[in-house]
């Protein structure tokens, strides 16, 4: 079975790693505030990011980011976007050539205006690459509600080895070679849900 790292405890992270938990994986979660670390370890639940979820067992939580990420053939970047490049520089001296890298985080860098997933090619130039990204919800899908996402990376074998890592009869993962439109569209939803959302608040609906 797959031993999968997640870097990171806000609540799509949480709710990924749930997701592999349940499946069967042996999953280790990083959470970087020690104090949240002991509160999840303690009670098995994230109450300040996922609350009234239940973690599996077997979901590690440590705020250990070296011990997180040994032996892993995957590694979840699951911090918020503005943090993903300081996040993957503190990981670097603990990550092996053959572990995937997976960017679970949308957002655009604001200073540079790349991808996350170009920002895990620069600092990590020698690990293969890949995204999920999809219309969901983390407390949709640490609750078992049935949810489609997209797995995208330059080489088809990857986008699809990642597939079947995260696919469960719930959880439904397709293939996109897209990464670039993948990667806009997850950064860019909320953009366009906030503009729907004035347009409705000012009463210009389709009728």
């Known amino acids: 079975m797959y031993n999968i790292s997640i870097i990171g405890a806000g609540s799509w992270g949480t709710a990924i790693a749930i ?4 499946k069967g994986c042996n999953v280790k979660q990083w959470v970087r ?10 009670t098995r639940e994230n109450v300040t990011y996922l609350p009234g979820v239940v973690l599996p067992s077997n979901i590690d939580i440590t705020s250990d980011i070296e011990y997180c990420c040994k032996n892993s053939h995957v590694i979840v970047i699951a911090t918020p976007s503005h943090a ?11 990550v092996n ?21 170009e920002i895990i090619e620069e600092v990590l130039p020698n ?5 999920l ?7 949709e899908v640490a609750k078992d509600i049935p949810t489609a996402i997209v797995s995208s990376a330059r080489e088809r074998k990857v986008a699809e080895y ?16 897209d990464m670039v439109g993948v990667e806009l569209g997850g950064a860019l939803k909320n953009i366009i849900a906030i503009g729907a959302g004035v347009i409705d608040g000012l009463g210009f609906d389709a009728q």
């Open 127 to 131: 690990n293969k690459v890949a995204v």
């Open 19 to 22: 997701v592999l938990a349940k």
């Open 84 to 94: 993903v490049r300081e996040t993957l520089s503190n990981i670097k001296p603990y």
């Open 162 to 177: 990642i597939q079947d890592v995260f696919m469960t009869p719930k959880f439904r993962v397709y293939t996109n070679p």
């Open 97 to 117: 050539n053959e572990q995937i890298i997976v960017s679970i985080a949308k957002g655009i860098e604001n200073e540079t205006l790349m991808r996350m997933s």
């Open 33 to 42: 505030r020690p104090e949240l670390c002991s509160q999840i370890r303690e």
């Open 133 to 139: 990204s999809g219309p969901c919800h983390a407390e």
